[in-house]
């Protein structure tokens, strides 16, 4: 991967009126990364996004994508970055062809360069024959195939991917993300990605977590695992204050939602069949698993402290 950085911020801010929307964001990422950016609805995903790319201004700090700045280069930056809305920036009244033709006079391709990508792009996802049929007949992920395919018509430099897949079922998601790893390994595209299905982001070189506009540092999300815990432990409690008294010593507090438990197991060796004996009739039922990046995120973003209820 190359040295040169893709994206950077310096104290990047957006405020509107006295609620701050991004809070001195901070950002280094490498040319051709594939990095996720998660948190809450309102977290200030978006609003980043949309300073990234130009569409608002920042309120201070500052940003540049592939080494120009985004408050003094707009046109620049708007030519080598691509967009995927959270909603759909296609005309369903329109044909397959007539919104990518639109959307390459914009980016001022001429006739022949566009009908190739066209036909390039939806080769991919193979749409050939949907090519002149309008939005409205097609499938939800066909809609958001051509959504994508509008985005990385130019060959951006950098591709922001805000909610790419949500609504879609597994098969629709999964050929969106085998595309979209086809063109960072054919063009050397950084993909910026904000998503709720974590699972995704797990193909991230890098995650960091946002919430109430203020970045919380993450990493590489094996490691971000690894760290978290060797197992979780989810109890379904009949005595809920029973369990938490006599595993919070042992094992630290747990996430709290209800009647149910989660507790960070660090230990390797646990013997979780005798833990069950010993907590007998006050639990329903238990299970152990590996953690994964949903763990990561809840642990970081809303920790026990904020979330346990007794």
Not at 121 to 139: D, M, N, P
Not at 210 to 223: C, R
Not at 295 to 301: A, F, G, N, S
Request: charged share 20%.
């Amino acid at each position: 991967m190359a040295s040169k950085l893709a994206i950077r911020t310096q104290g990047l801010t957006k405020q509107y009126g006295q609620a701050s929307a991004v809070k001195d964001l901070n950002l280094s990422i490498e040319s051709g990364a594939f990095y996720g950016l998660l948190g809450p609805n309102g977290a200030g995903k978006s609003t980043t996004i949309h300073m990234l790319t130009t569409m608002t201004s920042a309120t201070s700090g500052e940003g540049w994508i592939a080494e120009q700045s985004i408050a003094e280069n707009p046109v620049m930056i708007r030519a080598s970055v691509g967009l995927v809305f959270q909603d759909s920036a296609l005309d369903r009244m329109m044909t397959v062809d007539e919104n990518l033709q639109f959307a390459a006079a914009l980016y001022n391709l001429n006739k022949k360069q566009a009908n190739l990508r066209i036909e390039e792009l939806l080769a991919v996802f193979g749409l050939e024959k949907k090519r002149h049929q309008k939005l409205v007949a097609l499938s939800g992920g066909q809609r958001r195939a051509v959504d994508i395919a509008r985005g990385v018509l130019h060959k951006p430099q950098v591709l922001f991917l805000d909610e790419p897949t949500i609504g879609l079922d597994l098969p629709n998601r999964r050929s969106i993300w085998r595309f979209v790893e086809q063109l960072r390994k054919d063009e050397g595209m950084t993909v910026f990605l904000t998503t709720h299905y974590l699972e995704e982001a797990e193909a991230c070189d890098r995650v960091d977590f946002i919430q109430n506009g203020k970045l919380k540092p993450g990493g590489k999300p094996p490691q971000l695992i690894t760290k978290l815990a060797s197992y979780m432990l989810e109890i379904d409690c009949v005595d809920t204050e029973e369990v938490y008294a006599q595993l919070t010593g042992q094992f630290g507090e747990p996430l709290w939602e209800d009647q149910h438990l989660t507790f960070r197991i660090q230990q390797q060796d646990v013997d979780f069949h005798q833990l069950q004996q010993a907590l007998g009739q006050a639990v329903n039922s238990m299970q152990w698993r590996k953690p994964n990046l949903n763990d990561v995120y809840l642990w970081t973003v809303n920790p026990p402290e904020h979330r346990t209820v007794r």
